[in-house]
């Protein structure tokens, strides 16, 4: 089943502009990782953050998590062409053996 | 970075066969491999768990006689789909873990069963 809501289910934006975009979940993780998928491709791992952890960066990438609020935020910032894609927040719960639920996922285009 | 394979990419198949999706891991050993499906515009369902020399763990609703998953090896995990059928055309997608909670992705393989 789906755990994650994320929000917004679509969002388009120009070039140089910041993308962010959020996730809720319901359950107890020990992970909360983002993902990127181009059309029709697989997908390529963002960045993981614990939940000991409230705060990462990698290059253009923030994302934060508040496990009081069940939530999680991704931002792009100085957004480029090559990010528009899908992006997917997946959870790894709590004694599940390193499965992910998935969320719904957010369309970013991104126009030059 | 560490890199997921599958085969093949694409497959179209008529009603009534088999078709069987290979997973491989290729720079490092896979403990665990998952199985997921996506249907357009939707997001990944995963299908099944597997560990290497056991039996795959099916979510709930998935037929195992009907999605058999093998994983013989550290690096080779295999998805069957028997007795395809149109419904079953969908885009599938394995992960694979090591010693991290980090899951790496194949490309996908997108069957379409006429």
């Known amino acids: 089943s789906q755990q994650g809501e994320e929000d917004p289910q679509a969002l388009s934006i120009q070039e140089g502009e910041n993308a962010t975009m959020n996730c809720s979940y319901k359950?107890?993780?020990?992970?909360l990782q983002w993902y990127r998928q181009n059309s029709g491709r697989g997908l390529v791992h963002l960045i993981l953050?614990?939940?000991?952890?409230r705060e990462k960066h990698s290059g253009r990438l923030r994302v934060t998590l508040d496990t009081s609020k069940k939530s999680s935020s991704l931002l792009i910032t100085a957004s480029r062409a090559a990010d528009t894609a899908s992006y997917f927040c997946?959870?790894?719960?709590?004694?599940?053996?390193?499965?992910?639920?998935f969320g719904a996922g957010t369309q970013v285009v991104v126009t030059p | 970075g560490a890199v997921v394979s599958q085969h093949p990419s694409r497959v179209i198949c008529k009603s009534g066969t088999s078709v069987k999706i290979e997973c491989r891991s290729l720079d490092f050993q896979a403990t665990t491999m998952f199985w997921y499906r996506q249907f357009p515009k939707q997001s990944l369902m995963l299908m099944a768990t597997?560990?290497?020399?056991?039996?795959?763990?099916?979510e709930q609703g998935v037929e195992k006689d009907k999605f058999l998953i093998n994983h013989a090896s550290l690096t080779l995990s295999t998805l069957t789909v028997t007795s395809a059928h149109p419904e079953d055309s969908s885009f599938y997608i394995c992960?694979?873990?090591?010693?991290?909670?980090?899951?790496?992705f194949g490309p996908g393989t997108r069957l379409t069963v006429l």
């Open positions: 597997s560990n290497e020399g056991s039996k795959a763990t099916y």
């Open positions: 992960s694979a873990s090591g010693i991290t909670d980090t899951q790496y």
């Open positions: 997946a959870t790894g719960e709590t004694d599940s053996w390193g499965k992910l639920q």
């Open positions: 953050i614990r939940s000991n952890e």
């Open positions: 359950t107890s993780i020990n992970n």
